[in-house]
């Protein structure tokens, strides 16, 4: 547990030692102190509860209306030959792309408000799902689809009862990757569109002259990206209890 904590620890006591040495100006580099009491003050007053819940809403339901988009489209391309010969070049290009530079197509579309926050993290997060379903499904030994085949299993059955579960792993590890991606598309188009947020609130903090604020928002953007990710691992060892990967790890643990 310690080692977990040390890391962040002489970070912190660097960052306090560094921004009070006097080589940086306050502005510049706010203390460590001083980031945390405007944490627990934004905290208290629900400033910092009504930012982060409007980042949290916005990105959770980008990241996962992406995820059934992905893992329908994933399945789909791996196992219907029409879908894969007409996706594969649009996931080739796509996939690779910069996203951010379809913002301004999705604000002319969208207006400036929740709907391209939504949509610019669908698109971000969409295609490193279908990527990994894609290879799951792909993936899945051909000796268990056609024995479950031979004894009669219809293929809604082997879909659900047989390719699914065996792509689960690496279905995982795409929503794995998407969701720091989520995290970091509605962050930034938080603010370069305003509408509230953490990453608003970051870009207001810096029109005022509020270093403290711009630090605080950047820290409990850190903090909630922790809790997901630790969520989301927790949710994959729980789906996965059957699977070698998190045996071995309960083993070793």
């Avoid at 969409?126 to 299993?153: C, E, H, R």
Wanted: charged share 15%; net charge positive.
């Amino acid at each position: 547990m310690l080692g977990n904590a040390a890391s962040p620890l002489v970070v912190l006591v660097a960052w306090e030692s560094f921004a009070r040495s006097g080589f940086v100006s306050a502005y510049l580099l706010p203390p460590a102190s001083a980031v945390a009491l405007r944490l627990a003050e934004a905290v208290w007053s629900g400033e910092i509860l009504r930012e982060g819940g409007r980042t949290l809403v916005r990105m959770l339901v980008g990241y996962v209306l992406a995820a059934a988009l992905g893992v329908a489209l994933g399945v789909l391309i791996a196992r219907v030959r029409v879908v894969r010969w007409f996706m594969d070049p649009l996931v080739s290009i796509g996939f690779p792309a910069p996203k951010i530079s379809f913002l301004p197509i999705f604000i002319l579309w969208f207006g400036l408000f929740d709907l391209p926050k939504i949509v610019m993290t669908v698109f971000a997060c969409v295609f490193p799902v279908i990527t990994a379903t894609w290879a799951g499904t792909d993936g899945v030994d051909k000796y268990l689809i056609w024995s479950a085949q031979n004894m009669g299993t219809r293929n809604r059955a082997l879909l659900w009862e047989i390719v699914l579960p065996a792509a689960l792993p690496q279905v995982f590890t795409g929503l794995q990757v998407a969701l720091p991606i989520a995290f970091i598309v509605v962050i930034v188009t938080e603010m370069l569109t305003g509408g509230g947020g953490l990453g608003g609130g970051m870009m207001e903090g810096q029109r005022f002259a509020d270093s403290t604020r711009v630090f605080a928002n950047l820290v409990a953007v850190g903090v909630l990206g922790i809790l997901a990710m630790k969520g989301l691992a927790f949710l994959r060892r729980r789906l996965l209890v059957w699977h070698e990967e998190v045996q071995r790890e309960g083993t070793v643990a």
